[in-house]
């Protein structure tokens, strides 16, 4: 079964503070994507990667970097964690060709709460 | 930037009810997807789209690809108490965005009748 997982489900952080989130996916895909979730806004794009050491900004990347050093693993990062930063973190993950190449699959998210 | 329209916001059904909802775009699409989310947990895909016209199914669920390539449409027949949740359409643009990337709408609110 194709899997995308996150490294916490809940995590709860200081205003200040520097975090990681971490996501796997062992479907083989090129492309990665980090999105925020919020009441009434839906999915926003932060950031996404279409290849080990490649990301590109999403719509809102402010106060956000990424990393991709292997092609399974894709973290984001808040340099310095702030209170309206406390939001639901979804990654995905998609193939670069074939059939399926526009279907993005999740993980199962991560609730962040900056104190 | 692009957003899709996604109606109704929420709806009540009580079991054994037929659902319907749906997703418009200003900008022609060649791909439709259909996600569903239970609470705390991530979007799962239930339909992919790539042809207009295209009527797809999955058990009870069917999502068609509009003929003007600028809408779709997900029907739940005789739903059931774990057919509550979100559903989420997604697209993308025939002449935009970057590879991959998905347009998303802000989903519709599955709940069951008190």
């Avoid at chain 1, 090129?30 to 719509?59: A, C, H």
């Avoid at chain 2, 295209?54 to 690809?65: P, V």
């Avoid at chain 2, 003929?67 to 059931?80: G, P």
Wanted: net charge neutral; aromatic share 12%.
């Amino acid at each position: 079964d194709v899997k995308v997982t996150q490294s916490s489900r809940y995590l709860v952080k200081r205003t200040g503070e520097k975090v990681f989130l971490e996501c796997v996916q062992d479907m083989d895909h090129e492309n990665m994507f980090w999105y925020r979730q919020d009441p009434g806004l839906g999915l926003r794009l932060i950031y996404f990667s279409y290849d080990v050491k490649m990301k590109e900004k999403g719509d809102i990347p402010e106060g956000y970097s990424v990393s991709r050093e292997k092609k399974e693993r894709f973290s984001l990062i808040l340099e310095s964690a702030s209170t309206n930063q406390t939001s639901m973190y979804l990654c995905a993950s998609s193939p670069r060709q074939g059939a399926s190449y526009n279907e993005q699959f999740f993980g199962p998210g991560t609730r962040l709460t900056v104190l | 930037g692009q957003q899709l329209n996604q109606s109704p916001q929420s709806m009540f059904i009580q079991e054994g009810e037929d659902v319907s909802m749906n997703c418009t775009s200003s900008s022609i699409f060649n791909t439709w997807l259909w996600y569903k989310q239970d609470p705390g947990e991530g979007p799962v895909l239930l339909i992919a789209l790539y042809k207009a016209g295209e009527l797809t199914s999955n058990g009870r669920l069917t999502a068609q690809f509009g003929i003007t390539r600028k809408d779709s449409f997900l029907n739940i027949s005789a739903s059931i108490p774990s057919d509550v949740g979100i559903y989420f359409c997604a697209g993308r643009e025939f002449y935009g965005g970057s590879q991959g990337n998905l347009i998303f709408g802000k989903g519709t609110k599955l709940s069951v009748k008190p």
